[in-house]
């Protein structure tokens, strides 16, 4: 009789293990499946961005490829967990590049009124000029 008692608790030891190797990878699964719908860091940033944001972006991303996908990385990292709430404005974003050390440059236009319309600095220049 102790034989069947003791057969019974090594099946039931048994019976435990598979069931917590079974747990462990329906766990690991689900967070593969979890891993595999992980959103596109720059889709949640670009997801925030107000004002000229997407233009920052844009110029940070090929003048510093590299750094700023980091960036962007851990900022759709703050956005995911709740930490960053809100939308970043253009010049948020290039504050930010900045201060960690990217200079990214941003085309800048000048436009003055001239005989009811906005037209380009330069060109209001030649055409006082002419």
Do not use: C, H
């Not at 595999?36 to 233009?55: Q, Y």
């Not at 037209?119 to 002419?130: F, Y």
């Amino acid at each position: 009789m102790s034989d069947d008692l003791e057969l019974e608790m090594i099946l039931a030891k048994k019976r435990r293990e598979l069931m917590a190797m079974a747990a462990r990878k329906s766990v690991e699964e689900e967070g593969m499946a979890r891993g595999a719908r992980k959103s596109d860091p720059l889709e949640v940033v670009r997801g925030v961005l107000t004002d000229r944001g997407e233009e920052v972006l844009e110029a940070a991303l090929s003048q510093y490829p590299e750094e700023a996908r980091r960036i962007v990385e851990r900022l759709a990292e703050l956005i995911e967990r709740g930490a960053l709430r809100g939308s970043i404005t253009g010049r948020q974003l290039l504050w930010l590049f900045r201060n960690l050390g990217l200079d990214v440059r941003l085309e800048t236009k000048i436009y003055v009124e001239q005989d009811g319309r906005f037209v380009p600095l330069m060109d209001a220049m030649r055409k006082r000029d002419d």
